[in-house]
Protein backbone atom coordinates (compact mmCIF):
# COMPACT_ATOMS: atom_id res chain seq x y z
CA UNK A 1 0.00 0.00 0.00
CA UNK A 2 1.28 3.67 -0.50
CA UNK A 3 2.87 5.51 1.99
CA UNK A 4 1.71 9.06 1.56
CA UNK A 5 0.60 11.54 -0.36
CA UNK A 6 2.13 13.79 -2.61
CA UNK A 7 1.35 17.16 -3.69
CA UNK A 8 0.64 18.64 -6.47
CA UNK A 9 -0.21 15.53 -8.36
CA UNK A 10 0.35 17.54 -11.52
CA UNK A 11 2.00 20.84 -11.30
CA UNK A 12 2.89 23.22 -14.85
CA UNK A 13 5.35 26.08 -14.98
CA UNK A 14 7.80 27.95 -17.28
CA UNK A 15 11.27 27.44 -18.09
CA UNK A 16 13.16 28.66 -15.39
CA UNK A 17 10.73 28.79 -12.38
CA UNK A 18 11.25 26.68 -9.38
CA UNK A 19 8.96 23.61 -8.99
CA UNK A 20 8.25 22.57 -5.64
CA UNK A 21 6.32 18.82 -4.77
CA UNK A 22 5.60 18.30 -1.48
CA UNK A 23 5.41 14.24 0.19
CA UNK A 24 3.48 13.53 3.44
CA UNK A 25 3.97 9.59 5.05
CA UNK A 26 2.45 7.79 7.73
CA UNK A 27 4.03 5.93 9.64
CA UNK A 28 8.19 6.45 10.95
CA UNK A 29 11.28 5.94 8.50
CA UNK A 30 14.61 5.31 8.53
CA UNK A 31 15.10 7.56 5.33
CA UNK A 32 13.14 8.83 2.33
CA UNK A 33 14.05 9.21 -1.41
CA UNK A 34 13.10 11.03 -4.20
CA UNK A 35 13.12 9.21 -7.90
CA UNK A 36 11.91 10.89 -11.06
CA UNK A 37 10.52 8.90 -13.89
CA UNK A 38 10.28 9.66 -17.72
CA UNK A 39 6.84 8.89 -18.99
CA UNK A 40 6.81 4.74 -19.69
CA UNK A 41 10.49 4.10 -18.52
CA UNK A 42 12.00 3.08 -15.33
CA UNK A 43 13.42 5.31 -12.48
CA UNK A 44 16.15 7.27 -12.04
CA UNK A 45 17.87 7.74 -8.01
CA UNK A 46 17.56 11.63 -7.38
CA UNK A 47 18.44 12.24 -3.53
CA UNK A 48 18.31 10.15 -0.57
CA UNK A 49 17.99 12.00 2.91
CA UNK A 50 18.01 10.50 6.09
CA UNK A 51 16.23 10.41 9.02
CA UNK A 52 18.05 12.93 11.10
CA UNK A 53 18.63 15.20 8.35
CA UNK A 54 16.98 17.66 7.95
CA UNK A 55 17.75 19.45 4.40
CA UNK A 56 20.10 18.42 1.41
CA UNK A 57 21.59 19.65 -1.69
CA UNK A 58 22.23 17.99 -5.02
CA UNK A 59 22.71 20.28 -8.19
CA UNK A 60 19.85 22.16 -8.61
CA UNK A 61 18.16 19.63 -6.23
CA UNK A 62 17.18 20.67 -2.43
CA UNK A 63 15.33 18.15 -0.31
CA UNK A 64 13.67 18.98 3.09
CA UNK A 65 12.40 16.77 5.81
CA UNK A 66 10.29 17.40 8.77
CA UNK A 67 9.89 14.26 10.64
CA UNK A 68 7.52 15.79 13.32
CA UNK A 69 5.34 16.90 10.72
CA UNK A 70 5.98 13.25 8.43
CA UNK A 71 6.62 14.96 5.17
CA UNK A 72 9.52 16.09 2.74
CA UNK A 73 9.67 18.50 -0.03
CA UNK A 74 11.66 18.26 -2.97
CA UNK A 75 12.41 21.97 -4.61
CA UNK A 76 13.83 22.02 -8.31
CA UNK A 77 15.42 25.12 -9.00
CA UNK A 78 15.85 27.46 -12.81
CA UNK A 79 13.69 24.02 -13.60
CA UNK A 80 14.60 22.99 -17.66
CA UNK A 81 12.10 21.46 -20.18
CA UNK A 82 14.13 18.40 -19.75
CA UNK A 83 13.06 17.89 -16.08
CA UNK A 84 9.79 17.32 -17.36
CA UNK A 85 8.46 13.75 -15.90
CA UNK A 86 7.23 12.35 -12.96
CA UNK A 87 8.80 12.91 -9.55
CA UNK A 88 7.80 10.06 -6.87
CA UNK A 89 9.21 10.21 -3.04
CA UNK A 90 9.78 6.55 -1.40
CA UNK A 91 9.76 5.90 2.41
CA UNK A 92 12.35 3.24 2.87
CA UNK A 93 12.02 1.65 6.27
CA UNK A 94 14.21 -0.44 9.25
CA UNK A 95 13.92 -3.42 6.66
CA UNK A 96 15.02 -1.29 3.42
CA UNK A 97 11.52 -1.67 1.85
CA UNK A 98 10.37 1.18 -0.28
CA UNK A 99 7.06 2.43 -0.15
CA UNK A 100 6.48 4.99 -2.88
CA UNK A 101 4.04 8.08 -2.97
CA UNK A 102 1.88 9.08 -5.43
CA UNK A 103 3.65 11.40 -7.39
CA UNK A 104 3.49 14.52 -9.29
CA UNK A 105 3.61 15.03 -12.67
CA UNK A 106 5.58 17.65 -13.84
CA UNK A 107 5.72 19.65 -17.01
CA UNK A 108 7.97 22.67 -18.03
CA UNK A 109 6.96 24.35 -20.69
CA UNK A 110 9.61 26.25 -23.01
CA UNK B 1 28.07 0.66 -12.38
CA UNK B 2 24.89 -0.90 -10.76
CA UNK B 3 22.95 -1.59 -14.00
CA UNK B 4 19.68 -3.88 -14.12
CA UNK B 5 18.23 -4.92 -17.10
CA UNK B 6 14.71 -6.62 -18.00
CA UNK B 7 13.28 -8.24 -21.21
CA UNK B 8 11.44 -7.82 -22.71
CA UNK B 9 10.99 -4.15 -23.20
CA UNK B 10 7.25 -4.82 -24.07
CA UNK B 11 5.23 -7.70 -24.81
CA UNK B 12 1.77 -8.71 -26.35
CA UNK B 13 -0.16 -11.48 -25.43
CA UNK B 14 -3.43 -13.21 -25.63
CA UNK B 15 -5.33 -13.70 -22.75
CA UNK B 16 -4.92 -16.82 -21.09
CA UNK B 17 -0.63 -17.02 -21.88
CA UNK B 18 1.87 -17.10 -19.84
CA UNK B 19 4.62 -14.20 -20.15
CA UNK B 20 7.72 -14.71 -18.45
CA UNK B 21 9.67 -11.14 -17.39
CA UNK B 22 13.10 -11.40 -16.53
CA UNK B 23 15.26 -9.11 -14.22
CA UNK B 24 19.13 -9.14 -14.43
CA UNK B 25 21.57 -6.75 -12.44
CA UNK B 26 24.56 -6.57 -14.90
CA UNK B 27 27.78 -5.89 -13.24
CA UNK B 28 26.64 -6.61 -9.45
CA UNK B 29 25.20 -9.59 -7.52
CA UNK B 30 21.71 -8.39 -6.40
CA UNK B 31 20.81 -10.78 -3.39
CA UNK B 32 17.58 -9.27 -2.90
CA UNK B 33 15.40 -8.03 -5.96
CA UNK B 34 11.92 -6.68 -6.01
CA UNK B 35 9.06 -6.72 -8.48
CA UNK B 36 6.30 -3.44 -8.90
CA UNK B 37 3.56 -2.90 -10.74
CA UNK B 38 2.48 0.50 -11.81
CA UNK B 39 -0.98 1.16 -13.52
CA UNK B 40 -1.09 4.22 -15.93
CA UNK B 41 -0.54 7.84 -14.09
CA UNK B 42 -0.20 5.78 -10.72
CA UNK B 43 2.52 4.77 -8.64
CA UNK B 44 4.72 1.67 -7.95
CA UNK B 45 3.36 -1.04 -6.29
CA UNK B 46 5.47 -3.30 -4.61
CA UNK B 47 4.59 -6.90 -5.59
CA UNK B 48 6.80 -8.65 -4.16
CA UNK B 49 10.55 -9.29 -2.60
CA UNK B 50 12.77 -12.16 -4.02
CA UNK B 51 15.39 -13.16 -2.62
CA UNK B 52 18.29 -15.11 -3.80
CA UNK B 53 17.66 -19.28 -3.16
CA UNK B 54 14.81 -19.22 -1.23
CA UNK B 55 10.58 -18.55 -2.24
CA UNK B 56 9.44 -14.78 -2.88
CA UNK B 57 7.56 -12.74 -0.11
CA UNK B 58 4.31 -11.52 -1.60
CA UNK B 59 2.71 -8.27 -0.60
CA UNK B 60 -0.87 -8.82 0.37
CA UNK B 61 -3.55 -9.03 -1.82
CA UNK B 62 -0.45 -10.50 -4.64
CA UNK B 63 -1.40 -13.69 -6.58
CA UNK B 64 1.69 -16.08 -5.60
CA UNK B 65 0.51 -18.63 -8.35
CA UNK B 66 -0.38 -16.28 -10.74
CA UNK B 67 2.94 -14.26 -10.29
CA UNK B 68 5.49 -17.06 -10.15
CA UNK B 69 8.66 -15.53 -8.90
CA UNK B 70 11.83 -17.47 -9.50
CA UNK B 71 15.26 -15.79 -8.07
CA UNK B 72 17.30 -19.24 -9.30
CA UNK B 73 21.35 -16.49 -9.22
CA UNK B 74 22.36 -13.73 -7.32
CA UNK B 75 22.11 -11.94 -11.35
CA UNK B 76 18.78 -13.27 -12.34
CA UNK B 77 14.98 -13.22 -11.13
CA UNK B 78 11.79 -14.16 -13.39
CA UNK B 79 8.12 -12.90 -13.32
CA UNK B 80 5.35 -14.71 -14.82
CA UNK B 81 2.37 -13.68 -15.02
CA UNK B 82 0.59 -17.09 -15.45
CA UNK B 83 -3.01 -16.87 -17.45
CA UNK B 84 -2.68 -13.54 -18.54
CA UNK B 85 -5.75 -11.39 -18.69
CA UNK B 86 -6.50 -7.87 -19.55
CA UNK B 87 -6.47 -6.44 -16.33
CA UNK B 88 -2.47 -8.15 -15.69
CA UNK B 89 -2.17 -5.56 -18.67
CA UNK B 90 0.49 -3.14 -16.74
CA UNK B 91 4.01 -1.77 -16.68
CA UNK B 92 5.90 -4.65 -14.29
CA UNK B 93 9.59 -2.74 -13.05
CA UNK B 94 12.11 -4.56 -11.32
CA UNK B 95 14.41 -3.49 -8.73
CA UNK B 96 17.69 -5.05 -7.14
CA UNK B 97 19.72 -4.70 -4.04
CA UNK B 98 23.37 -5.39 -3.46
CA UNK B 99 24.76 -7.14 -0.65
CA UNK B 100 25.64 -4.22 0.96
CA UNK B 101 23.42 -2.29 3.48
CA UNK B 102 22.04 1.09 2.47
CA UNK B 103 18.88 2.27 0.30
CA UNK B 104 20.47 3.97 -2.58
CA UNK B 105 21.78 0.74 -3.45
CA UNK B 106 18.32 -0.25 -4.50
CA UNK B 107 18.53 -0.16 -8.92
CA UNK B 108 15.60 0.00 -11.15
CA UNK B 109 14.93 -1.65 -14.38
CA UNK B 110 13.70 0.16 -17.43
CA UNK B 111 10.56 -1.96 -17.07
CA UNK B 112 8.56 -3.76 -19.07
CA UNK B 113 5.29 -2.81 -20.29
CA UNK B 114 2.51 -6.03 -20.41
CA UNK B 115 -0.65 -5.72 -22.55
CA UNK B 116 -2.83 -8.35 -22.66
CA UNK B 117 -5.37 -8.62 -25.36
Known amino acids: SQQGEEDPQALSIQEGENATMNCSYK?????LQWYRQNSGRGLVHLIL?????REKHSGRLRVTLDTSKKSSSLLITASRAADTASYFC??????????FGGGTRLMVKP | GAVVSQHPSWVICKSGTSVKIECRSL??????MFWYRQFPKQSLMLMAT?????????EQGVEKDKFLINHASLTLSTLTVTSAHPEDSSFYIC?????????????FGPGTRLTVT
Open chain 2, 95 to 107: SARGPTSGFAEQY
Open chain 2, 50 to 58: SNEGSKATY
Open chain 1, 90 to 99: ATGNAGNMLT
Open chain 1, 27 to 31: TSINN
Open chain 2, 27 to 32: DFQATT
Open chain 1, 49 to 53: IRSNE
